[in-house]
């Protein structure tokens, strides 16, 4: 648990950074670079998770990954996090997708699609994390999962960037992404 902590806030931290040195202070939905708000510093900045929303497809990775996100669950959030219903799919999965209808109660959970919009100056950060997950069996009965992770940020309205993605099936891993530089990502686009 202590150690998805550290992750969670290491890799905010790798995307803030990544933000910085590529000069990317605009926002996806459509805010000025200068603080949001259409350029008046960000003097009365009201986060929209609007940009989330939608369908999110892997580039050019074997097995795809493709995340749908819904609707904000309610009561689930506060100004600057929000959990979505959604889906993740990808044939890793017995059904080929996992639904996520509710969220467990925290960001460890094994079930969630949490999206965070934070401010710091005139920089803001559009991230997301997902995890998807499901139990089940092995050749010999013993249990297992398979298992869809995902931690990243939004580029542009159209363009999610994944800093790390883990993809697991029975246990084994089908793809283990996670740079430890910040400077490579996985890219996801908007459908």
């Not at 040195?21 to 960000?42: D, E, I, M, R, V």
């Not at 209808?101 to 925290?106: K, V």
């Not at 398979?146 to 542009?156: F, K, R």
Request: proline share 2%; charged share 25%; aromatic share 10%.
């Amino acid at each position: 648990m202590k150690r998805q902590k550290v992750l969670f806030f290491s890799v905010l931290a790798l995307v803030v950074i990544a933000l910085i040195f590529s000069g990317c202070a605009k926002s996806s939905g459509g805010n000025s670079g200068n603080g949001g708000n259409n350029g008046n510093g960000g003097n009365s900045y009201v986060p929209d998770f609007n940009a989330f929303k939608g369908v999110w497809k892997s580039q050019n990775i074997t097995p795809a990954v493709e995340i749908m996100i819904s609707d904000p669950i309610e009561g689930s959030g506060d100004e600057e996090r929000l959990y979505f219903t959604g889906r993740v799919t990808c044939n890793v999965f017995r059904d080929g997708g996992s639904e996520i209808a509710e969220t467990d109660d925290f960001i460890l959970g094994k079930k969630y699609i949490l999206a965070s919009i934070l401010k710091f100056g005139g920089l803001i950060t559009n991230s997301i994390l997902v995890k998807a997950h499901e139990e089940d069996e092995d050749e010999f009965g013993e249990e297992v999962w398979n298992e869809v992770e995902l931690d990243g940020y939004l580029s542009d309205a159209n363009t999610l960037k994944a800093a790390r993605l883990y993809v697991r099936e029975k246990d084994k891993d089908k793809i283990d992404f996670d740079p430890k530089d910040g400077t490579l990502f996985i890219t996801f686009k908007k459908q």
